[in-house]
């Protein structure tokens, strides 16, 4: 029995890569799977039975255990998510930005955010400098790109190297550009998408996984197992996000100065005597206004759900005390066996529901992606 990896959908099946044959083959999923309601995505690795090398047909008998799991995207076992933004056209945006280090930060929590600053061909190296001042100290990896130039092409194929990864960023970034300039043979297409609150390139519809092999003889550098998705945009509307309390978890210099604040439930924006408020110096004035912005998006859409009787879910957990906290991820509710917590949580400055303050562990589960994806446009509207 060989294992594979899920390319992408195609034609009501899959195109899988089978390592020693060095093949791809089309396959389908045996009943089995279907019946089970088990999903399979761009990136899972699967178990192929009944292959057929002339015919290069294979039949998927099993998926294994998925390592981690993005739903917007929807790929399957991504290691990192590099976030790409363009130092200039379109101008760079520093809420736009923080929002996806939000969105990513949910979705793979165990994975250390990377942001790629392409078009440096167009920024001074003062403009460079003061990007990378803000994000480094935070514990984020900070990398200069050119699609354009080529500029900062190793030092990405080394970051990429050995591991799956997507590249996510608002439409015009250049993240096609920059897939075309790592995979040159696959001539993928790039242009702007027309609404400009996109994610992502127009022209793909499914997700689709390359190898990055063909890098190695290329730019003569080592590369291992690489690989990396391309995959279709999400409106910007679509960005995950934290409950209103949380959000903070997902700014380090603000949860460093947060811990101290002496309100419970506090969410740092007015409360006199909050903590992170007498310390305001300490955190870069775009920073906090992207703190405040997403708050607000999070309050808001927190609050249409609960109109809408909608459950909103605690999607990180805090362990560890202070000085030594840390939050771990939580999955979906919907999918697990409710454990419900009996006591009461103190929230009352939001009014939050007793689920939605919900501590409880989750177990990873099925189709979560299919589900966030079925439901995501609908749902999750934010206000303009
Ligand atoms: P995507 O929507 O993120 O996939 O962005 P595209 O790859 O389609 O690029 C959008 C536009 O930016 C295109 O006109 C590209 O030619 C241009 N572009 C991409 N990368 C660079 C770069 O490094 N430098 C410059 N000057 N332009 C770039
Ligand atoms: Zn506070």
Known sequence: MLLGTVLRSHAGGYLVFEREQNAVYFCTARGRIKKDGMSILTGDRVELDEITPEQETAVISARLDRHSLLSRPPVANVDQVIIVQAVHQPEWNHLLCDRYIVHFHLELPSA?????FNKCDLASSERLTALRSIYEPLGYFVTFVSAKTGEGLENLVKIMSGKTSVMAGQSGVGKSSLLNALLPEWNLATGVMENDTGVG??????????NLASIEKRLNLPVGDSWVAD?????????NHPAPPEVVWHFPEILELAHDCKFLNCLHLVEQGCNVLANLEKISPERFESYSAIVDEAL????TRKESSQKIETTV???????????????????????RRKGKQQVSRLDLDDEDADNADADASEDQVADANATASSEEGLAD
């Not at 995959?231 to 960005?239: A, D, Q, S, V, Y």
């Open 317 to 339: 957990k805090a362990v560890g005390g202070k000085g030594n906290a840390r939050q771990v991820p939580k999955l979906s509710g919907k999918y697990r066996n409710i454990s």
């Open 201 to 210: 390139r127009h022209t793909t519809t499914a997700s689709e996984l390359f």
């Open 112 to 116: 250390q955010p990377v942001i790629a």
């Open 231 to 239: 995959t279709p945009g999400f409106n910007i509307l679509e960005l």
């Open 300 to 303: 808001i859409e927190y609050r």
